[in-house]
């Protein structure tokens, strides 16, 4: 059991160029979430999935979409990298029908996104 | 939405001593709110969480309050010791939506 992974750990864009962030997650969970953390001010909340094919914004999607095509992944994707997203992004995923409790998050490792 | 604040950002506290963090929310519909601990370079993990139909919880050396009145809940360590040093997160979600809404983090130093 994994829990929640992230591919991949480090990455280094030059402005305007585009990559696929991939969370995979094998809790049977319904939701998941991609977060980006900057110093200083937490966690913030990109985009979110309550379910397959399902997403939604958060509080900063902007410069991001997102995709959940098969329950146990969510993609996140930068079309064309700006400095400003330099940042750690941290995907979760909560709530399994069978083992009920939906609230608790459970994170991924981390990527470490630099923007040149 | 949702706006949680937390304070302090930084705390250094001896070995022994007792840390507390503070939040406040904003959005009264709120009904779970969980605190993250952070060790450096690693994910946020789940240390204690309340619901809003309990004004304490405890679990060894960790406790939260919660006053749902006043629309603030604490976190409170008692006999830190070095491995309690990371970045805690306090957070506060609805019961509607699941989302979480982090606070800014505090960096807890426990100096031997």
């Known amino acids: 059991n994994a829990g929640v992974t992230q591919t991949p750990k480090f990455r280094v864009l030059k402005t305007g160029q585009s990559m696929t962030l991939l969370c995979a997650q094998d809790m049977n969970h319904e939701y998941m979430y991609w977060y980006r953390q900057d110093p200083g001010m937490g966690l913030r909340l990109i985009h979110y999935?309550?379910?397959?094919?399902?997403?939604a914004k958060g509080e900063v999607p902007d410069g991001y979409n997102v995709s959940r095509l098969k329950k146990q992944n969510f993609l996140l994707g930068l079309e064309s990298a700006a400095p400003s997203q330099t940042s750690v992004y941290f995907c979760?995923?909560?709530?399994?029908?069978?083992?009920?409790?939906?609230?608790?998050?459970?994170f991924g490792p981390g990527t470490r996104l630099t923007v040149t | 939405g949702e706006n949680v604040e937390q304070h302090p950002s930084t705390l250094s506290v001896q070995e022994g001593d007792s840390a507390v963090i503070k939040c406040t929310y904003s959005d009264s519909a709120s009904n779970y709110f969980p605190w993250y601990k952070q060790e450096l370079g690693k994910r946020p993990q789940l240390i204690i969480d309340?619901?809003?139909?309990?004004g304490e919880k405890k679990d060894q050396r960790i406790a939260v309050t919660l006053n749902k009145t006043a629309k603030h809940f604490s976190l409170h360590i008692t006999e830190t010791q070095p491995e309690d040093s990371a970045v805690y997160f306090c957070a506060a979600s609805t019961h509607n939506d699941y989302k979480l809404s982090f606070g800014a983090g505090t960096t807890v130093t426990v100096r031997a």
């Open positions: 309340i619901r809003s139909n309990v």
């Open positions: 999935s309550v379910g397959e094919g399902t997403t």
């Open positions: 979760a995923s909560s709530y399994s029908r069978l083992a009920g409790a939906p609230y608790e998050q459970y």
